[in-house]
T-cell receptor, first 113, second 114 residues
């Protein structure tokens, strides 16, 4: 299996809802990433997990809560989001620190009403 | 701090003609450079990378890129464009003090006309 999967593909939620995004990879990669991407803009890094430990938090608001239950799975828990949080959320993984490229999932299109 | 510049928001080229998408970078130390492509409503797909060695790097789908250290550039090229190459292209840099972070350029939309 050489891909990163993300579920759901689309998500619509109200500002008071709690939802989660899921990312999975079975390539044995030990670094996993969450990015936020607005239309026609580059991805913005949110979080990095390295060997299942949070290693980078790019000053993301606490309404976004990442979780890495095991080496194959990465979640992003969402609570009390704002309409400006509507975006494409991308997950990526890579084997570990070093010179390897990141493998991106197809993304979850999130709309906050 | 490291940065990546893609000076063109859009590049237009006719099918069959060569294409170039420009990228320049700024970093302390040796850069790791990448090109990614994104089709509408999709994730990013890796095209190629420069880490060390030969300055001409060949990648997926017939793309190649030339690393030029003196000009701090890493331009993406293809000898003969296809309509299906139309997409959003991102140059990215990993280097300096942040070896876990990819710093992306602003992206260049490539439009290949039939």
């Amino acid at each position: 299996d050489t891909e990163v999967t993300q579920t759901p593909k689309h998500l619509v939620m109200g500002m008071t809802n709690k939802k989660s995004l899921k990312c999975e990879q079975h390539m044995g990669h030990r670094a996993m990433y969450w990015y936020k991407q607005k239309a026609k803009k580059p991805p913005e890094l949110m979080f990095v997990y390295s060997y299942e430990k949070l290693s980078i938090n790019e000053s993301v608001p606490s309404r976004f809560s990442p979780e890495c239950p095991n080496s194959s799975l990465l979640n992003l828990h969402l609570h009390a989001l704002q309409p400006e949080d509507s975006a494409l959320y991308l997950c990526a993984s890579r084997p570990g620190q070093g010179t390897n490229e990141q493998f991106f999932g197809p993304g979850t299109r999130l709309t906050v009403l | 701090a490291q940065s990546v510049a893609q000076p063109e928001d859009q590049v237009n080229v006719a099918e069959g003609n060569p294409l170039t998408v420009k990228c320049t970078y700024s970093v302390s130390g040796n850069p790791y450079l990448f090109w990614y492509v994104q089709y509408p409503n999709r994730g990013l797909q890796f095209l190629l990378k420069y880490i060390t060695g030969d300055n001409l790097v060949k990648g997926s789908y017939g793309f190649e890129a030339e690393f030029n250290k003196s000009q701090t550039s890493f331009h993406l090229k293809k000898p003969s464009a296809l309509v299906s190459d139309s997409a959003l292209y991102f140059c990215a840099l990993e280097g300096g003090t942040g070896f876990q972070k990819l710093v992306f350029g602003t992206g260049t939309r490539l439009l290949v006309s039939p």
